[in-house]
């Protein structure tokens, strides 16, 4: 006999060991999906949900299926490189969105965490809670805070050193940021989340380390949404070009008056000379 009877339950044992499982293997998704969420809050979640509810960009249920992963990873990592090559998917979805994906510097490993993350909490979203309202903001001090007359609390810079909108009238604003006055329509019901989240590179380097308050993004979003809805943007500027032309005018016949006088008293010696 090759084994004795003594000998079995330590053979046993032996079967049982190499036969199970490497504990490396099995917690190497978890680690991945813990980080692919890490980033989804922090980078997509202000114009993405996990589920089907659009934001500024679309719901990400169930896009696994929709889309193919290596494609997925291009778009994650380097979407403006796709559109400017003219990728049929990435066009498409920027004519109907309207907004850009910024690129968020995200390396190859990050975005794989982020869809193996979507794949686990795909099965959640039926049962997860809504996310809380943002309070109603007041329009009046929204403008305030755009055009700096009150400061933002932690310190960021005013709205209108980089954006326009047609209500400020003839002063206008900053033309480094996109023209607001139709962001209501634009964004529609994300437009809060994209003011809170601040994700673009640009405002990333204003407002990443003072963040706006729940009431000033309340209030912000508040005055856009009155932008939107009353103001004519054709005749803003009207006024503005009327008192610089008026101005123009005057500063004309200002001058005129006072050379007059200046010629007249050196043409009278000159002209008593003569005779």
């Not at 980033?39 to 719901?59: K, M, N, T, Y």
């Not at 896009?63 to 990873?73: G, M, P, Q, T, Y």
């Not at 673009?200 to 729940?214: C, D, E, H, I, N």
């Amino acid at each position: 006999m090759l084994f004795s009877s003594r000998s079995l339950p330590s053979l046993l044992s032996l079967v049982l060991l190499v036969s199970l499982p490497l504990p490396a293997a099995a917690s190497s998704y978890p680690q991945a999906s813990s980080q692919g969420q890490s980033l989804f809050e922090g980078q997509c979640s202000a114009c993405h949900s996990v589920g089907p509810d659009r934001l500024i960009g679309p719901g990400l249920e169930g896009i696994a299926s929709h889309r193919d992963r290596e494609w997925l990873v291009a778009f994650i990592t380097d979407p403006d490189r796709m559109v400017a090559e003219g990728d049929s998917v990435a066009v498409s979805l920027l004519e109907e969105y309207r907004v850009p994906m910024p690129n968020l510097g995200l390396s190859r490993e990050q975005a794989e965490s982020i869809l193996d993350y979507l794949a686990e909490a795909e099965g959640a979203t039926a049962t997860s809670q809504p996310a809380t309202p943002l309070a109603a903001g007041d329009a009046a001090t929204g403008r305030e805070l755009f055009t700096g007359v009150r400061g933002l609390e932690n310190g960021g810079a005013a709205c209108i050193s980089c954006h326009n909108v047609a209500a400020l009238g003839s002063l206008g604003g900053g033309t480094l940021g996109k023209d607001l006055t139709a962001a209501a329509a634009n964004y529609g019901s994300g437009l809060a989340a994209l003011i809170d989240a601040s994700p673009f590179p640009a405002m990333q380097a204003v407002y990443g380390g003072r963040p706006l308050t729940s009431g000033e993004v309340a209030n912000l979003t508040a005055f856009l949404v009155a932008v939107e809805q009353d103001v004519t943007p054709a005749n803003s500027r009207l006024p503005f070009f009327a008192a610089g032309f008026g101005g123009m005018v005057l500063l004309t016949v200002l001058t005129g008056l006072m050379w007059r006088g200046r010629l007249r008293g050196v043409r009278k010696p000159l002209i008593g000379e003569g005779r």
